[in-house]
């Protein structure tokens, strides 16, 4: 079955966030776009909170935050309980997050990774399971 995802940028990831969710779109996937929508510069923080608030709330299974970096988003996305926010930037990562850390949030770099490696990073998250088991435990450990 196919997961449902949201997915938020600030201006400066604005241009991928855009590209990823076309991507997911022909894929099939429902994506829902939680902003931002113009390139005017805007606070990466308040889309990091909405979005980790929906992820928390499960109203979404997965959140994908794009910036200039990725590591702001990623640091506003995880004070928020229950979300396990990623910043990768290479395939390795991307599933090791999932498999290992569970994570529910990928954060991306709109100025560290290129268009091609993007997605082929979300892909491999979202097909990526947590094994669940040993790692289950050190997760729990994050509440
Ligand atoms: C915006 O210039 C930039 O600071 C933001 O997108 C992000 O990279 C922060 O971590």
Known sequence: ?????????DHAGFSLKNKIKSYLES???EVFDAGTHTTESC???VIAKSVAQKIAQNAYEYG?????????????ANKVKGVRAAVVSDTCSA?????HN???ILCLGERIVGEELAKDIVDIWLDSEFLGER?????????
Not at 1 to 9: A, D, F, P, R, V
Not at 64 to 76: D, E, F, K, Q, R
Not at 95 to 99: A, E
């Open 135 to 143: 790692h289950a435990k050190r997760v729990a450990m994050f509440e």
């Open 64 to 76: 994908i935050l794009v910036c200039g970096t990725g590591i702001g988003m990623s640091i506003a």
């Open 27 to 29: 894929k099939n996937y």
């Open 43 to 45: 606070d990466y923080p």
């Open 102 to 104: 569970n994570s529910n």
């Open 1 to 9: 079955m196919l997961k449902t995802i949201i997915i938020g940028s």
């Open 95 to 99: 599933k090791m997050s999932r498999l």
